[in-house]
């Protein structure tokens, strides 16, 4: 079996793009994904945090790395 981690840099600084997020997620989030890195930057970073944490119940790296370039 392959594995796949995904990797993503989020820049969550309104609602809207929260719920964007939250809309892309559940189309793909039942993938077999073995890893998931991901950083959050935005006024939003903290619920991004823990909607990602409710519905990654294992394999989820969480960064908070705030630069202009990200990460």
């Given at each position: 079996?392959?594995?796949i981690?995904?990797?993503?840099?989020?820049?969550i600084?309104s609602?809207e793009?929260?719920l964007?997020?939250?809309?892309?997620?559940f189309?793909?989030?039942?993938?077999n994904?073995?890893?998931?890195?991901?950083?959050?930057?935005?006024?939003y970073?903290?619920?991004?945090e823990?909607?990602?944490?409710?519905?990654?119940?294992?394999?989820?790296?969480?960064?908070f790395i705030?630069?202009?370039?990200?990460?």
């Open positions: 079996m392959n594995k981690s995904v990797f993503a840099n989020f820049y600084d609602e793009r929260f964007r997020l939250k809309d892309s997620f189309s793909f989030y039942k993938s994904f073995s890893s998931w890195h991901i950083n959050i930057r935005g006024e970073k903290h619920q991004v823990q909607f990602l944490k409710n519905n990654i119940k294992e394999n989820l790296v969480i960064h705030e630069t202009d370039e990200g990460w």
